[in-house]
C-alpha cells in the first residue's frame, strides 16, 4: 500500500490553469477506474471536490476537472484563484477493499 | 445537519492503548462506508481503515491487527480501538463519511482529534 505519486508543489498565476498528477501502479491506478480528488487548507479538515475520476460534488465549481488515462489520474485547476492555494490529495483504490492517498500537492498562486 | 465530531484523542506512551469515539449527526452511520484517516504532523493523509454498510471491516497494513473499527447504531458513533500503539502512530485522526460506496470519496469529515504517541 505505498502512497501514489503527486508533485510535492506547482504554482500558478491568478487565472492560469495548473494541472496535478497522480501516479500509481498496475495494481492501483491502473486496475480500478475510480479516483477522488481533496483541497486541504492549512487548519482544516480536506474537502472532496471531484469523485468517481470526473464529478463534482454539488457547490464545487467547475474550474476543477478530473481525469484518468491508465495508471495516472490528473486534476486541473482552471482560472486559478487565490482561494485556491491549498494542499490537493488524489485518492484511490489501493486493492479491492483498502484505499490509498496521494503524497499530496501544493498549489501556490503567485 | 450532517456532521462528524471526533474525540479520544490525548498522549499515550508507546504500547499503550486508546479508543477514538466519532459522534455522527444527521445520517446514520449504519447506512454509509465509514473510514478513518490519519494526518501526522506535517504530513498527507493516510487511509488507516473503513467499516462497510454490512459490517465488514478492513484496515492498511500499517495498523491491521493493532486497531479494530466499529461503530455503535444505538448512539450512532464510530470507534477505532488501537493498541500496541507506536510513535509513528502520532496523528490527527478524522473520521469520515463515504459519498458513495467506492469509499474513496469521503465528503463529510469530523475537525479530528491528535494522537500523541511518546514517551
Known amino acids: 500500500q505505498s502512497a501514489l505519486t503527486q508533485p510535492r508543489s506547482v504554482s500558478g498565476s491568478p487565472g492560469q490553469s495548473v494541472t496535478i498528477s497522480c501516479t500509481g501502479t498496475?495494481?492501483?491506478?491502473?486496475?480500478?477506474?475510480?479516483v477522488s480528488w481533496y483541497q486541504q487548507h492549512p487548519g482544516k479538515a480536506p474537502k472532496l471536490i471531484i469523485y468517481?475520476?470526473?464529478e463534482r460534488p454539488s457547490g464545487v465549481p467547475d474550474r476543477f476537472s478530473g481525469s484518468k488515462s491508465g495508471s495516472a489520474a490528473s486534476l486541473t485547476i482552471s482560472g486559478l484563484q487565490a482561494d485556491d492555494e491549498a494542499d490537493y490529495y488524489c485518492?484511490?483504490?489501493?486493492?479491492?477493499?483498502?484505499?490509498?492517498f496521494g503524497t499530496g500537492t501544493k498549489v501556490t498562486v503567485l | 445537519e450532517v456532521q462528524l465530531v471526533e474525540s479520544g484523542g490525548g498522549l499515550i506512551h508507546p504500547g499503550g492503548s486508546l479508543r477514538l469515539s466519532c459522534s455522527a449527526s444527521?445520517?446514520?452511520?449504519?447506512?454509509?462506508?465509514m473510514s478513518w484517516v490519519r494526518q501526522a504532523p506535517g504530513k498527507g493523509l493516510e487511509w488507516v481503515s473503513v467499516?462497510?454498510?454490512?459490517?465488514?471491516?478492513f484496515y492498511a497494513d500499517a495498523v491491521k491487527g493493532r486497531f479494530t473499527i466499529s461503530r455503535d447504531n444505538s448512539v450512532n458513533t464510530l470507534y477505532l480501538q488501537m493498541s500496541s500503539l507506536r510513535v509513528e502512530d502520532t496523528a490527527l485522526y478524522y473520521c469520515?463519511?463515504?459519498?458513495?460506496?467506492?469509499?474513496?470519496?469521503?465528503?463529510?469529515w469530523g475537525p479530528g482529534t491528535m494522537v500523541t504517541v511518546s514517551s
Open positions: 469520515a463519511r463515504a459519498y458513495t460506496q467506492n469509499y474513496d470519496d469521503f465528503d463529510i
Open positions: 444527521g445520517f446514520n452511520v449504519s447506512s454509509k462506508f
Open positions: 467499516i462497510h454498510i454490512s459490517g465488514d471491516r
Open positions: 498496475s495494481s492501483d491506478l491502473g486496475h480500478y477506474n475510480s
Open positions: 468517481a475520476i470526473t
Open positions: 485518492c484511490a483504490f489501493a486493492g479491492i477493499f483498502t484505499r490509498v
